[in-house]
């Protein structure tokens, strides 16, 4: 594991002459399949399982699931045992390359119907799992809980921490809240919304109080949060030319490998952002969350060139 991740310097035309210094914390780069912010979630997790004297995460996703991948990637690493519930109970072990992947690094997988899957978020529900599955630690969809949340704040504390602008990917916002929690007042947390129609604010108030935060500290943590919410380029796994032509010219430009559901639509939000609110002379951190395995298979089926 490649820990601290690297901060890396991103030259742009785009921003010449703007008196701008642009960093990238390359957590892409922590591990080959638990990488981005997936160790960052998992690792409280796993300790938390480890104090409850548990022997095993029981968390869920669906069939292209990297949560699922590092989940099952990370308890092998970490000597426990670990279950997949998958969406899809046509599924099975050799439905798709990275189910097998979850297999082979010991994941028992379970294949529910849509509506069981639907209840993934009831505590009624995880309740019946823990008996169904004595031993067991559930563990939300994407990672999404404090423990997750509390990975996240790791990011910036290998960093100067001091930059006027962060920008992040957001899906669950269990990676945007961790990082607002640990910015300085003067820093501003630009969050980018993948999916379409997605409250920003509400879905990162909600984990906040989820994780029992006084509603007076979320007011003053949302004051450094700005939404771009018009980067979803249509939703969820949705992409656009125009997207992927950006992501083409950022990666020739930096090297820097993005895929077109999370870090791409993120970093040209950025570069928009840059552009629209005319940013000069500000210290700006690009929080690379990974995805890189996504976007290669994206690559090859676009026949783009942006990872
Ligand atoms: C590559 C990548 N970036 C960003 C995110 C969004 O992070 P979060 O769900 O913590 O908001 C995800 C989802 O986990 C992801 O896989």
Request: charged share 25%; glycine share 8%.
């Amino acid at each position: 594991m490649q820990l601290p991740s690297p901060i890396e310097e991103i030259h742009l035309r785009s921003c010449n002459n703007r008196d701008i210094k642009l960093f990238a914390k390359r957590d892409d780069l922590i591990h080959e399949v638990i990488s981005g912010n997936k160790w960052r979630k998992l690792k409280f997790n796993v300790k938390q399982c480890r104090a409850l004297k548990h022997e095993c995460i029981l968390t869920f996703g669906g069939a292209y699931s990297n949560h699922l991948l590092a989940t099952a990637a990370a308890c092998q690493k970490e000597q426990l045992k670990s279950i997949g519930l998958v969406r899809g109970e046509e599924l099975n072990i050799d439905s798709n390359h990275m189910l097998k992947q979850c297999a082979e690094y010991g994941m028992q997988l379970v294949f529910i119907s849509r509506e069981d899957y639907a209840l993934r978020h009831e505590k009624e529900y995880h309740e019946e799992l823990v008996l169904k599955y004595p031993g067991s630690m559930v563990v939300p969809e994407g990672g999404a809980n404090y423990y997750g949340m509390i990975g996240c704040q790791e990011i910036m504390a290998e960093t100067e921490n001091d930059f006027d602008y962060v920008f992040v990917a957001q899906g669950t916002t269990t990676s945007s809240c961790g990082i607002v929690l640990s910015l300085p007042e003067h820093t501003k947390l630009v969050v980018v919304p993948v999916l379409k129609g997605f409250d920003s604010i509400m879905e990162m108030r909600r984990m906040f109080n989820y994780s029992g935060f006084p509603s007076e500290i979320i007011d003053d943590l949302m004051t450094q949060v700005t939404v771009m919410n018009d980067h979803h380029f249509g939703g969820y796994a949705k992409y656009s030319d125009e997207l992927l032509e950006r992501m083409e010219q950022i990666f020739e430009e930096t090297n820097i490998p993005l895929d077109p559901i999370y870090t791409g639509k993120a970093f040209v939000a950025m570069l928009d952002f840059i552009e629209e609110k005319d940013v000069r002379n500000a210290n700006v951190l690009f929080v690379h969350t990974g995805g890189t395995a996504g976007g290669k298979a994206i690559e090859k089926e676009t026949g783009r060139c942006f990872s």
